[in-house]
T-cell receptor, first 116, second 114 residues
């Protein structure tokens, strides 16, 4: 069965620290997609990144970087030099090509607090 | 660029009442997804529609129904509301239901049942 695990419920860091949010997934599909979403206190879900199962290249976007490793079924997210505005709940999500017909399976989320 | 529109943004209902949530997808998007996010919880998939037909069904209670209309907007109808239905309801849209499943989320409707 498909599943996304975000073991870190809450993380608190001081501004300018680097922080890594962990995500481990389970799926039987060979083709699947992984996502990260940010949910600030205002409540909306902000899309950050999508990765397909055939592309293990790591990606960097400004202060954000993602490490996808199929061997460990992990898709971790690192924020470099964190800022107060990064405070939010971050969700990792999985979508299978055949199993779920596109709907997203979310992890429980990691609440990140960045203190000044 | 146009985004997904949800209305109303906030809704307060009493137990046993009914509620209707509306979702207007991004123009030309033909697939709509509904998710429910309880307080402190992750979003849970409820139901999806592709080209006005139900595509997939998740953990949607029997008291809820939904449909997608000819103009591709979707409505989620909720009857006999319970306190546990208090949640943030998201609608997302995508251009067809195939990969890469890029879903664009609306701002959500916050439903409070008292």
């Amino acid at each position: 069965a498909q599943k996304v695990t975000q073991a870190q419920t809450e993380i608190s860091v001081v501004e300018k620290e680097d922080v890594t949010l962990d995500c481990v997934y389970e799926t039987r599909d060979t083709t699947y997609y992984l996502f990260w979403y940010k949910q600030p206190p205002s409540g909306e879900l902000v899309f950050l990144i999508r990765r397909n199962s055939f592309d293990e290249q790591n990606e960097i976007s400004g202060r954000y970087s993602w490490n996808f490793q199929k061997s460990t079924s992990s898709f971790n997210f690192t924020i470099t030099a964190s800022q107060v505005v990064d405070s939010a709940v971050y969700f990792c999500a999985l979508s299978e090509a055949t199993g779920s017909q596109g709907n997203l399976i979310f992890g429980k989320g990691t609440k990140l607090s960045v203190k000044p | 660029a146009a985004g997904v529109i949800q209305s109303p943004r906030h809704l307060i209902k009493e137990k046993r009442e009914t509620a209707t949530l509306k979702c207007y997808p991004i123009p030309r998007h033909d697939t709509v997804y509904w998710y429910q996010q309880g307080p402190g919880q992750d979003p849970q998939f409820l139901i999806s529609f592709y080209e006005k037909m139900q595509s997939d069904k998740g953990s949607i209670p029997d008291r809820f129904s939904a449909q997608q209309f000819s103009d591709y907007h979707s409505e989620l109808n909720m009857s006999s509301l319970e306190l546990g239905d208090s949640a943030l309801y998201f609608c997302a849209s995508s251009l067809d239901r195939g990969p890469p499943y890029e879903q664009y989320f609306g701002p959500g409707t916050r439903l409070t049942v008292t």
